[in-house]
Structures are given as structure tokens and as C-alpha cells.
């Protein structure tokens, strides 16, 4: 218990109140535009302010998506401010998941020849905003590469991948080298983790991944000794267990024991819908792991995830409305605030 996070964890708590209620999350379904989606968040004082900034340039999903990233960035930045100042580190930990996608887009565009819109990222963490400024300048993905290869990342390019990129130019490589690194990361500041807390949040969250992903896997027929190295680390027992299974089937009902979720026969069908019931399996690990943080980082790392969960609910619901698929989605989204 650090009383440093008094006034922090106070602050957070009230934060998680003003996640939206099931029942806007209901209306939002309920609507059958997206002006009418943009509407009904324009009644939340949270998300308003994002929608008006950005209405004169942007309309419909666009303009929801928008709002959503800029809304997300400023509850982490928001967090950072009144948080600790010994909480730089972990803070460190949100930003970076940001920062990751930010430069894997970048790249993307860099490959595509398409100019990069700074409004298109979410430049979140300050202390690397010069990285990505020499990124969107970077005239193509070889000169991105570099400016890389002189920074924090330069450790996921080592030279035998440089020269397999020079001769294939395949951005995909650089994006997963990133992914890679990142991942390495957060297993380090996992192993490292005074705060049993944090730890338990971020394990159950790649669990989640880890278990979304091995179905994925072994849906696509992929050799049992192919999955775990596309795993994220740590790749727990549990997620072991579902990547050891021989098939697809055998892999359902190892995740059925080991998270004790029931799976209609409906959900088994289909991958979208199992990876629905453990997102909710973990959004109820994440609230009660929310109350139980006392004066740690714990409550402000299971805040950010539950907010994370809001947000891409959202974006699922403008898009779905957008291109006429909602009926689709209404058991896919669910409120974290219910």
C-alpha cells in the first residue's frame, strides 16, 4: 500500500462512475445512424467535448473515431497528471501501447506511399513525440527504419533482420518486430512488478489475448508447434494448456475448464463471439480487481482497461450502424460500467 496513491485512486474511482451506463449502451444499439449514435454521446459530458472539437472536419464514423482516440488520450494523460510522480514507469506501460500503434500505422502508410495525418495517431507520450516526428518525415519505410534503429527500439532490429528487410522491403516484418519488442516489455515490467495488483491485471489481459488468438490458431489448422511463438509473453500455463490441445474443438473445451465459461453451441461456431465471453470474463476480473486496489497503480492500470473496452465498444457500434450490420453486434458490446 503506497499512500501516495491516496488522492490518485480517489480521483480514478471517480472516473469509473462516468463510464457509460448499460442503458446508453442499449440506445446506442437501439439508434439506426451513426448522427444519432454521435448524438447520444454528445449527451455524455465525457465524450462531448471531443465530438464538437472535431465536427467541423470530420462526419459519421470518422468523426466517432476521432472523438474516441482523443478521448483516450486524455484520460491517460489525464491520470498521468495527478498521478505519483514515482508512477512514470508504469505510466511508461500505457503510453506505450499507444506509441506501438502509432508507428506500426505510420509504417503502414510509409509502405503504401500515403501521406500520414498526425490527427490519424494518437501521440500520446511526450517523451517520444520527436521519434514520431522523424517517422511521419521519413520519406519512405528504409528511412523510418532508421530513425528506428536510433532510438529506444533500435534493440528489435538487430542486423540480421535489417538486411532480411532490405532485400524484401516487407513492412510487416518491421511491424512485428515492434510488436515483439513490446511485448518483451511488458513481460519485463510484469517480472519486475512489486505490485501483485498491477501484475494480476496485465496477466489476465494477455490471457485474454493469448486465449483469442491460440482459437484463432488452431481454427486455421496451424501445427501445435507453430502457435506459442506468435503468442504474447508471459504465456501463462493455462494458455499452455489451450495452445497443447489436438484440434480446434479440444481447444474450446480446455478453455471452457480452465476459465469456466459454458459456450453455447452457437458461441463454439464462431471465434467473434467466444472472444466476446472472455472479454466480458475479463472486464468482471478488471472491476473487481478495480475495487480491490487500494493505494496502488492497480486501480489506475484497471481503469485505463476498462475505458479501452468502452472505447472499442463504441467504435464496434458506429461501424456496425454505419454499414448496416448492427443486428450482428448486439451481443458482442456490452457496458463495463453495468
Not at 115 to 134: F, G, H, I
Not at 267 to 284: G, N, W
Not at 313 to 333: M, Q
Amino acid at each position: 500500500m503506497d499512500l501516495r496513491y491516496a488522492y490518485a485512486n480517489a480521483r480514478v474511482k471517480a472516473m469509473k462512475s462516468r463510464l457509460l451506463s448499460e442503458s446508453v449502451v442499449k440506445e446506442m444499439l437501439a439508434v439506426q445512424s451513426v448522427s444519432e449514435v454521435v448524438e447520444l454521446l454528445e449527451e455524455d459530458p465525457v465524450y462531448k467535448p471531443f465530438l464538437v472539437k472535431n465536427s467541423e472536419r470530420f462526419k459519421g464514423v470518422e468523426l466517432v473515431s476521432r472523438a474516441l482516440q482523443e478521448s483516450l488520450v486524455s484520460t491517460i494523460k489525464k491520470m498521468y497528471g495527478f498521478a505519483p510522480a514515482s508512477s512514470k514507469d508504469e505510466f511508461k506501460l500505457l503510453f506505450a501501447e499507444l506509441e506501438l500503434n502509432d508507428l506500426k500505422t505510420i509504417i503502414a502508410k510509409k509502405a503504401l506511399g500515403l501521406p500520414v495525418d498526425k490527427t490519424e495517431l494518437y501521440n500520446a507520450w511526450p517523451e517520444n513525440s520527436r521519434l514520431v516526428e522523424e517517422m511521419i518525415a521519413a520519406k519512405d519505410c528504409a528511412a523510418a527504419l532508421a530513425a528506428l534503429r536510433k532510438s529506444e527500439y533500435a534493440v528489435a532490429f538487430p542486423q540480421k533482420l535489417v538486411c532480411q528487410l532490405d532485400k524484401t522491403a516487407d513492412f510487416r516484418m518491421m511491424a512485428s518486430a515492434l510488436s515483439d519488442y513490446h511485448h518483451e516489455f511488458v513481460e519485463r515490467v510484469i517480472e519486475g512488478q512489486g505490485d501483485a495488483s498491477v501484475s494480476k491485471i496485465l496477466r489476465d489481459k494477455i490471457d485474454c489475448d493469448n486465449i483469442a488468438l491460440a482459437l484463432r490458431l488452431k481454427k486455421t489448422g496451424l501445427a501445435i508447434s507453430e502457435i506459442p511463438p506468435r503468442l504474447k509473453k508471459p504465456v501463462s500455463a493455462r494458455v499452455k494448456r489451450v495452445a497443447e490441445a489436438v484440434d480446434y474443438d479440444a481447444a474450446v473445451a480446455v478453455v471452457e475448464k480452465e476459465t469456466r465459461i459454458k459456450f453455447s453451441p452457437e458461441d463454439r461456431k464462431t471465434i467473434s463471439r467466444i472472444e466476446v465471453q472472455l472479454e466480458k470474463r475479463f472486464v468482471e476480473k478488471a472491476v473487481r480487481d478495480f475495487r480491490l486496489s487500494v493505494m496502488s497503480f492497480g486501480a489506475i492500470i484497471g481503469y485505463y482497461y476498462l475505458k479501452l473496452v468502452e472505447v472499442e465498444n463504441i467504435r464496434k457500434i458506429a461501424f456496425a450502424t454505419h454499414f448496416g450490420v448492427k443486428e450482428e453486434l448486439k451481443d458482442a458490446v456490452f457496458a463495463v460500467n453495468a
